[in-house]
């Protein structure tokens, strides 16, 4: 990579999380995608020993272009939450200004990266792909899917009390300053909870949590990892931080 100049935009030392399980079809697609939108981006796949030899195909994908392509293999699948942490410990500890979570299914268009990537060039924190701002969209969703995420977030933003459209969206990017700053050891949400957790993380330590337009297309290729543990774990959680929170700010109490 090249030297730090005062200039320098954090959209260029970008490295893009891709968490794999059984993404063997997508995989090949997702990062030429990435590449052909963006040649300078760095890829690291977080494979959790899919047992349909993702994990190599990866190897492989990386072996071709060892300097923009790294593969994180981890041993058991152990969620997206997870997943993720370990990819933001092994970008924070090299020199990546962005790290931006993209799932590998094509739900994330790498095309729409680049909004993504200006508003953290424009000052914003924490970016987060909508699908439920203005010029934001769904396809291929079927209205049962649709209503579950709608009433999803919904519920996250009247018990936390936040101004945030798209809380439980998967497609992000961050600042390595606000990763730094949240206290990840303490993040234990496995599932799309996840999501709402590093976002009231980063609210709470008063990051600037911008949403950008995207849109999002259901996976054609593989099979979905969505589950009811998932919904639950998020309906609980969610409700203990909203009334943790009303306390805190009835105490004053800044977290
Ligand atoms: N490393 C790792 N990746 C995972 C795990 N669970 C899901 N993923 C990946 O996380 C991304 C999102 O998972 P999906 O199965 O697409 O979840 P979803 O988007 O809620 O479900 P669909 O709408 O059906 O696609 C994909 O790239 C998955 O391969 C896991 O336990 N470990
Ligand atoms: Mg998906």
Redesign the pocket.
């Known amino acids: 990579m090249s030297g730090h100049g005062a200039s320098e935009r954090p959209s260029q030392r970008t490295l893009v999380i891709?968490?794999?399980?059984?993404?063997r079809e997508?995989l090949p697609l997702i990062v030429g995608r990435v590449h052909t939108a963006l040649p300078e981006v760095h890829i690291l796949i977080?494979?959790?020993g899919s047992p349909d030899g993702t994990g190599e195909l990866a190897d492989e994908l990386a072996l071709a272009d060892p300097d923009r392509v790294h593969v994180m293999h981890?041993v058991r699948?152990?969620?997206?939450g997870?997943?993720y942490l370990a990819g933001f410990a092994w970008g924070l500890g090299r020199e990546y200004s962005v790290l931006v979570e993209m799932?590998?299914?094509g739900?994330h268009a790498p095309e729409e990266l680049h909004r993504l990537l200006d508003a953290v060039d424009g000052g914003a924190d924490l970016v987060i792909g909508s699908r439920y701002v203005p010029g934001g969209a769904i396809r291929n969703w079927p209205r049962r899917?649709y209503a579950l995420s709608k009433t999803a977030n919904t519920y996250a933003r009247v018990l936390l009390g936040v101004d945030v459209n798209d809380i439980t969206a998967?497609y992000r990017a961050y600042r390595r300053e606000v990763l730094e700053k949240i206290d990840l050891a303490a993040v234990d949400s496995k599932g799309?909870c996840f999501q709402i957790d590093l976002t009231w993380r980063a609210i709470n330590n008063g990051f600037v949590v911008v949403e950008v337009p995207i849109t999002f297309s259901?996976?054609e290729l593989?099979?979905?990892?969505?589950s009811g543990s998932n919904i639950r774990e998020a309906m609980a959680k969610v409700a203990e931080w909203g009334i943790r929170g009303r306390l805190d700010r009835a105490r004053g109490v800044v977290r």
């Open positions: 891709i968490p794999t399980y059984n993404e997508n977080v494979d959790d981890r699948k152990d969620g997206l997870a997943a799932d590998a299914d739900s899917r998967g799309y259901e996976r593989g099979v979905s990892k969505m």
